[in-house]
């Protein structure tokens, strides 16, 4: 009995030890020479997500975006629109 009870002693201690570090962001958005996807892209602060790296990036990782027109769509359509909108919000 004693033995079960320092082993759940010791199981709680574990798993509360490990609760309280802070989340690791993904390796692309660290390393500038990552490939980027799309869903990391979106997940990026404004002032990241704009930034020429981080577009060009994109632009490598993503396979539909070889095409320029699709790159220069998804430019006038989600990309200026969007860094309006954010850069605006950010800076109120």
Do not use: H, I
């Not at 490990?18 to 980027?36: I, K, M, R």
Request: aromatic fraction near 6%; glycine fraction near 6%; include cysteine.
């Amino acid at each position: 009995m004693r033995l079960m009870s320092v082993f759940v002693s010791l199981a709680v201690t574990v798993v509360l030890a490990g609760c309280g570090e802070q989340p690791v962001p993904p390796a692309s958005t660290q390393d500038p020479g990552a490939p980027l996807t799309l869903g990391e892209w979106k997940s990026l602060p404004a002032d990241k997500k704009y930034d020429g790296m981080s577009l060009e990036r994109l632009k490598d990782t993503e396979p539909k975006f070889q095409d320029s027109r699709e790159w220069d769509r998804f430019m006038r359509t989600v990309v200026n629109p969007g860094k309006k909108r954010e850069l605006a919000a950010a800076k109120s």
